[in-house]
């Protein structure tokens, strides 16, 4: 771990296990605005492999047959900001915690001189929300560079969030480890020249995570071990 300058963390999912805090704000949008919609684990379990939530509910739409609802780019855009909005009143009143061993792996990292930084496709809204209520105010400057998925053209598992990240951290890919919990998190910091750490999460642990630097099954007692490196 030493060997890197700094330590690029994905955020749903990697950080917290927020993806059930989402599904719940989409399925309350939806009641909200009166779509006959409901994802059930199942259902938010494929979609997740479609990164973005307006891009989720779009291809959700496309899915509906011969009768799916009129999304334009305005009413889309409208469904996601009210998403947002309750999804970071959910986290605001303890919906979701870090992960176990989040907070000692991040203090150890800090102990050795590293750099934190997030590259995530959720909004930059969602990840602000989740550090304030689960961190305080020293969430908010923990983590410097934060580039979030709407800030980029092209979210994962394109690598536009990490090669933004590596500008503003002024490093090589090779300096820096990336921490994710999905094979899309794992192609897009791939194909920025980042090795990365898989730390399996509920939804994509069944994934295959081959070209992985390494792969884990928690943050616990992390920070103190050696990395079980991948063939």
Same mark, same amino acid.
């Given at each position: 771990?030493?060997?890197?300058?700094?330590?690029?963390?994905? #955020?749903?999912?990697?950080?917290a296990?927020?993806?059930e @805090?989402h599904?719940r704000?989409?399925?309350?949008?939806?009641?909200?605005?009166?779509?006959? &919609?409901? &994802?059930?684990?199942? @259902?938010?379990?494929e979609?997740?492999?479609?990164?973005?939530?307006?891009?989720r509910?779009?291809?959700? /739409?496309?899915?509906?047959?011969?009768?799916?609802?009129?999304?334009?780019?305005?009413?889309?855009a409208?469904?996601?900001?009210?998403?947002?909005?309750?999804?970071?009143?959910?986290? /605001?009143? $303890?919906?979701c915690?870090?992960?176990?061993? @989040?907070?000692?792996?991040?203090?150890?990292?800090? /102990?050795?001189?590293?750099?934190?930084?997030?590259?995530?496709?959720?909004?930059?809204?969602?990840?602000?929300a989740?550090l304030?209520?689960?961190?305080g105010?020293?969430?908010l $400057?923990?983590?410097?560079?934060?580039?979030?998925?709407?800030? #980029? /053209?092209?979210?994962?598992?394109?690598?536009? @969030?990490?090669?933004?990240?590596l500008?503003?951290?002024?490093?090589?890919?090779?300096?820096c480890?990336?921490?994710?919990?999905?094979?899309?998190?794992l192609?897009?910091?791939?194909?920025?020249?980042?090795? #990365?750490l898989?730390?399996?999460?509920?939804?994509?642990?069944h994934?295959?995570?081959?070209?992985?630097?390494?792969?884990?099954?928690?943050?616990?007692?992390?920070?103190?071990?050696?990395?079980? #490196?991948?063939?």
């Amino acid at each position: 771990m030493n060997r890197f300058s700094a330590l690029i963390f994905d #955020v749903d999912g990697t950080l917290a296990e927020t993806e059930e @805090v989402h599904r719940r704000a989409f399925n309350e949008t939806f009641v909200y605005f009166g779509l006959d &919609w409901n &994802w059930s684990t199942e @259902v938010y379990g494929e979609l997740l492999l479609v990164t973005g939530g307006k891009e989720r509910m779009r291809h959700f /739409a496309s899915l509906q047959g011969k009768r799916p609802p009129a999304l334009s780019d305005q009413r889309l855009a409208e469904l996601h900001r009210y998403k947002t909005a309750r999804y970071a009143e959910l986290i /605001a009143a $303890g919906a979701c915690q870090l992960r176990p061993g @989040v907070i000692e792996f991040i203090n150890t990292a800090l /102990a050795r001189g590293q750099r934190l930084a997030i590259a995530t496709t959720t909004s930059r809204d969602n990840v602000d929300a989740l550090l304030r209520a689960t961190l305080g105010a020293r969430g908010l $400057g923990l983590f410097e560079p934060i580039v979030a998925g709407d800030e #980029v /053209a092209n979210k994962k598992p394109a690598p536009d @969030v990490y090669l933004k990240a590596l500008d503003l951290l002024g490093l090589p890919g090779h300096r820096c480890l990336a921490i994710e919990d999905s094979r899309n998190g794992l192609m897009s910091a791939s194909r920025a020249g980042i090795p #990365v750490l898989i730390t399996r999460s509920a939804y994509f642990r069944h994934e295959t995570f081959d070209e992985a630097f390494a792969v884990v099954d928690s943050f616990s007692g992390l920070g103190e071990k050696n990395l079980p #490196v991948c063939a």
